[in-house]
């Protein structure tokens, strides 16, 4: 007997209530089942294939399958050499160069005026019905003080090590993870008009800036976000814009009477507004570098280790190339000696004594560097394994701009409210 029979035989025993519900019990099962497929058919395809990242400012769906596509914006002048692109591994990748001072170039801006600004704002404009997944706007330089030490200040090694999932993510970012300039020491006060300031010298026209650009009166006291606007931007996000808007940016540099290096970096602090309309964009640094590059550190204690480190390293390079300038100085000053050989011979003993003791001290100091070095390096190697799994990415990376524990940069540089009295809260409630 088969187990089928067997089973329709047990059924058929069974007392006829019991039979009516069990047929029930069916009935419905097969019904939940239908009216689930159905609903699964009726999802589009899109949500489906889509990672759910959940951090705790909310949930993110990411498209899964084939990587995004990619414009790489090259701003550049008819003598710079670009030509390191070819060197890019990034998957749909296409490179755009726009041209500052040749009109006949395939993709060029009206004026050379406003430096990379500029340019931005024609290809936002140029392109705007025609955007790939993300656009990536850079400067024509390869190797450059813009680009993080920890990324070997390196267009190549940045770009290839991108996370464009992250890029997707956060919709707008600066490829620039550091603080430095733009986030605590470069930050701009638009408030200040009349003051000069050596680092920031367009922070006295921000506040002007702002206005003619935006069309609004309450200009954000603190603009921050790092330095040097070379940034990454979604399809999604460019065309949060209006198109015409970039025509009002590109025709404000066009007819501002700043100069030329000022009106373009005003523009340095107002990305982050015009995409995020956020005046402070500065994501914890450790965290960034773990999400965007994945050199993960494992923490804000090692990572400001590994700081220390290469600020020793800083140190000691300096120390080491006075030395050797005061020696390069030392052999200059021995020929006008040579002409009085009598003072010579008196100094000749202490002159032979001061050699031996500098010898000495470059030794240490050749020795010391080369063990910072290695360690710097072991620790970014290390970084760089930890990084290649997804949970220490995740782990690291919660909480990007800031929690409790690690304070973001506007809890650090914006006053905060505070506890209010018994009697204001009483006050309140009545």
Same mark, same amino acid.
């Given at each position: 007997?088969?187990?089928?029979?067997?089973?329709?035989?047990?059924?058929?025993?069974?007392?006829?209530?019991?039979?009516?519900?069990?047929?029930?019990?069916?009935?419905?099962?097969?019904?939940?089942? !239908?009216?689930?497929?159905?609903?699964?058919?009726?999802?589009?395809?899109? /949500?489906?294939?889509?990672?759910?990242?959940?951090?705790?400012?909310?949930?993110?769906?990411? @498209?899964?399958?084939?990587?995004?596509?990619?414009?790489?914006?090259?701003?550049? !002048?008819?003598?710079?050499?670009?030509?390191?692109?070819? &060197?890019?591994?990034?998957?749909?990748?296409?490179?755009?160069?726009?041209? =500052?001072?040749?009109?006949?170039?395939?993709? &060029?801006?009206?004026?050379?005026?406003?430096?990379?600004?500029?340019?931005?704002?024609?290809?936002?404009?140029?392109?705007?019905?025609?955007?790939?997944?993300?656009?990536?706007?850079?400067?024509?330089?390869?190797?450059?003080? &813009?680009?993080?030490?920890?990324?070997?200040?390196?267009?190549?090694?940045?770009?290839?090590?991108?996370?464009?999932?992250?890029?997707?993510?956060?919709?707008?970012?600066?490829?620039?993870?550091?603080?430095?300039?733009?986030?605590?020491?470069?930050?701009?006060?638009? !408030?200040? $008009?009349?003051?000069?300031?050596?680092?920031?010298?367009?922070?006295?026209?921000?506040?002007? #800036?702002?206005? =003619?650009?935006?069309?609004?009166?309450?200009?954000?006291?603190?603009?921050?976000?790092?330095?040097?606007?070379?940034? =990454? $931007?979604?399809? +999604?996000? /460019?065309?949060?814009?209006?198109?015409?808007?970039?025509?009002?940016?590109?025709?404000?540099?066009?007819?501002?009477?700043?100069?030329?290096?000022?009106?373009?970096? !005003?523009?340095?602090?107002?990305?982050? &507004?015009?995409?995020?309309?956020? =005046?402070?964009?500065?994501?914890?640094?450790?965290?960034?570098?773990?999400?965007?590059?994945? /050199?993960?550190?494992?923490?804000?204690?090692?990572?400001?280790?590994?700081?220390?480190?290469?600020?020793?390293?800083?140190?000691?390079?300096?120390?080491?190339?006075?030395?050797?300038? +005061?020696?390069?100085?030392?052999?200059?000053?021995?020929?006008?000696?040579?002409?009085? +050989? +009598?003072?010579?011979?008196?100094?000749?003993?202490?002159?032979?004594?001061?050699?031996?003791?500098? #010898?000495?001290?470059?030794?240490?100091?050749?020795?010391?560097?080369?063990?910072?070095?290695? #360690?710097?390096?072991?620790?970014?190697?290390?970084?760089?394994?930890? *990084?290649?799994?997804?949970?220490?990415? /995740?782990?690291? %990376?919660? %909480?990007?701009? *800031?929690?409790?524990?690690?304070?973001?940069?506007?809890?650090?540089?914006?006053?905060? @409210?505070?506890?209010?009295?018994?009697?204001?809260?009483?006050?309140?409630?009545?």
């Amino acid at each position: 007997m088969t187990p089928l029979r067997s089973l329709g035989g047990q059924v058929s025993s069974l007392p006829r209530a019991s039979r009516m519900v069990l047929a029930c019990a069916s009935a419905i099962l097969v019904l939940i089942f !239908t009216y689930n497929r159905s609903r699964i058919r009726g999802v589009p395809n899109a /949500i489906i294939q889509q990672h759910v990242v959940k951090e705790s400012g909310g949930t993110y769906r990411i @498209p899964k399958g084939r990587p995004p596509s990619v414009n790489l914006v090259v701003a550049a !002048t008819s003598r710079e050499d670009y030509s390191w692109v070819k &060197h890019l591994r990034v998957p749909e990748l296409v490179v755009i160069p726009y041209v =500052a001072d040749n009109i006949s170039a395939p993709h &060029h801006a009206q004026k050379n005026k406003g430096h990379e600004a500029m340019i931005y704002h024609q290809y936002f404009y140029d392109f705007y019905d025609n955007l790939p997944d993300i656009s990536i706007l850079v400067h024509s330089h390869q190797q450059s003080w &813009h680009v993080d030490q920890l990324l070997e200040q390196d267009m190549i090694f940045s770009l290839n090590h991108l996370d464009l999932r992250e890029v997707q993510r956060r919709q707008f970012l600066n490829m620039r993870v550091t603080w430095g300039l733009g986030c605590s020491s470069g930050t701009i006060n638009t !408030t200040r $008009v009349n003051e000069e300031s050596g680092n920031s010298p367009e922070q006295k026209e921000m506040q002007e #800036a702002f206005r =003619a650009n935006f069309n609004i009166y309450e200009v954000p006291e603190i603009l921050a976000t790092p330095c040097c606007s070379q940034i =990454a $931007v979604t399809r +999604e996000r /460019i065309r949060s814009v209006p198109r015409e808007q970039y025509k009002r940016h590109i025709n404000w540099l066009l007819n501002t009477n700043l100069p030329d290096d000022i009106s373009g970096r !005003t523009w340095e602090h107002m990305w982050q &507004h015009l995409f995020l309309q956020k =005046a402070i964009d500065c994501p914890i640094e450790h965290k960034a570098y773990c999400l965007l590059y994945h /050199i993960c550190f494992g923490g804000r204690e090692q990572y400001d280790e590994w700081i220390e480190l290469m600020q020793g390293r800083q140190k000691l390079e300096k120390e080491l190339k006075k030395l050797d300038d +005061e020696k390069e100085k030392t052999r200059i000053t021995e020929k006008e000696k040579n002409q009085q +050989e +009598e003072v010579e011979k008196k100094d000749e003993q202490g002159h032979k004594e001061q050699e031996k003791a500098k #010898a000495k001290t470059r030794k240490w100091l050749v020795s010391e560097l080369a063990s910072i070095k290695e #360690a710097i390096r072991v620790r970014r190697e290390v970084a760089v394994v930890r *990084g290649a799994v997804r949970i220490n990415r /995740i782990t690291e %990376g919660e %909480g990007l701009y *800031g929690d409790d524990i690690e304070p973001g940069l506007e809890k650090i540089i914006l006053p905060q @409210p505070g506890p209010q009295s018994p009697e204001v809260l009483v006050t309140e409630a009545k």
